[in-house]
């Protein structure tokens, strides 16, 4: 997903993105949704969270081992 639509659904959560990253904003819909704010943070591929919708970017940046 990219930062323009990751900002959109903030904006829709009443998130203001101001100069946050991809992955601080991800973790903030995720804690607003009620949900684990985890992004970025599975080990080695491993994550319980099996119908997250950010699943795929997450590893991705957990494999990179910086935010995005």
Request: net charge negative; with cysteine.
């Amino acid at each position: 997903m990219t930062l323009k639509e990751i900002q959109r659904m903030a904006k829709l959560q009443s998130i203001d993105p101001g100069i946050l990253s991809k992955s601080e904003l991800i973790r903030a819909i995720q804690k607003i949704e009620g949900n684990f704010d985890c992004f970025a943070s599975a080990h080695d591929g491993i994550c319980d969270q099996t119908g997250c919708i950010w699943r795929e970017d997450c590893f991705e940046a957990s494999k990179r081992g910086s935010p995005s």
